[in-house]
């Protein structure tokens, strides 16, 4: 029997599923995945709880619930002053996954071309592929992953549509200078393309600096759509809860998609979300500083193990060049490091469609409680 359909023929188990594997198999140290292995904060799983004895328990209308859309409206505002209608301009999905599925189902035709920063996330160019569109690769390019202006503007065709930014930056931990953000919008803006803007570690910017939101920058707000998630910013990844602003023609066609995707979205943890994003200027701080200690703290490590690289300025991710010594590309490192040194990390090569950088490289979460990350930089002592 045939049984596979062509526009997913050509994919395979996501890396991340494969390093999980490898990594219980051998027991190792998991900082592959990229997410916490601790716990959200206790008051917000409270009310999740509250949430649903309230009776919050029934489908949620489709877009999102009214307190949800409200409260997403009023943290753009109040931190970023840009102004999303709650009706008409924020769509609630499952995750930042379903928003971006969306999002490219909702304006990709067959044959459509989209550009994509590698390395990318890699739901970017499965969605693109299933949409029927044409991912194009412009590479971010090592050591500080900045993009060449004449590739990104060789990159696009009259085929394009749509331009995807991610800010900050999985897996390289960057954070986008003004400078280098007006400089893609401006292509996006010349050629007239919608730009997706993948703002999931807005909150997770380090050393002072101000996540910067791509909808801000002048020309920008119309044509960029862009994709948050609570799981990042409340350390609760499991809850799935993400969302998209757009204008309004973009959302209507999101919606479009989603009302036979999911329908709907779980609507205690909806309600639970709208609590926590009025929670923000509180908890903010505390979570910012979590993630710093633990970065500062890997880094200092990762530097005396040997390894050389600036430190990230955003996510909980670095993307750490190879030691010099070695001939082995990124996957067969990988390998190494579970099987040997008992640590799993992501090979990056996974992330790229055309330049060969990212086998160089190694991704590391630093989302691990102290003594995971402890126990990594042990066993990778005498490497
Ligand atoms: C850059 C980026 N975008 C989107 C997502 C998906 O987020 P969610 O878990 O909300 O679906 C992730 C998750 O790791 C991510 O790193």
Sequence with gaps: MKDTALRIADFKDSIFGVISRLAREHNAVNLGQGFPDFDGPNWLKDIAYKKMQEGHNQYAPFPGTPNLRQEISNYYKKFYSLNYHPDSEITVTVGATEAIYLVIMGLINPGDEVVVLEPFYDSYVASIKMAGGIAVPVTMHAPDFTIDQKELEAAVSPRTKLLILNNPHNPTGK?????????????????????????????????????????????????????????????????????????????????????????????????????????????????????????????????????????????????????????????????????????ATVPPSAFYLKSAEGEKYLRFCFAKKEETLKSAIENLKGL
């Design 175 to 343: 954070v986008w200078t003004k400078e280098e953000l007006v400089a893609v919008s401006n292509v996006a803006i010349k050629n007239d393309l919608y730009l997706l803007s993948d703002e999931v570690y807005e909150f997770l910017v380090f050393d002072g600096a101000k996540h910067l939101p791509t909808a801000t920058l002048e020309g920008m707000m119309d044509r960029t759509i862009t994709v948050s998630s609570a799981g990042k910013t409340f350390g609760l990844t499991g809850w799935k809860i993400g969302w998209i602003c757009a204008n309004q023609k973009v959302t209507n066609a999101c919606r479009l998609v989603h009302q036979y995707v999911t329908f709907s979205v779980s609507t205690p943890m909806q309600e639970a979300v709208a609590e926590g994003l009025k929670q923000l200027p509180d908890y903010l701080p505390g979570f910012v500083s979590l993630y710093k200690e633990k970065r500062d703290w890997f880094y200092k490590e990762m530097k005396l193990l040997g390894f050389d690289f600036p430190i990230p300025k955003g996510t909980y991710f670095m993307m750490v060049p190879l030691l010099k010594h070695t001939n082995l590309k990124d996957v067969d490192y990988a390998l190494k490091l579970i099987t040997e040194k008992k640590v």
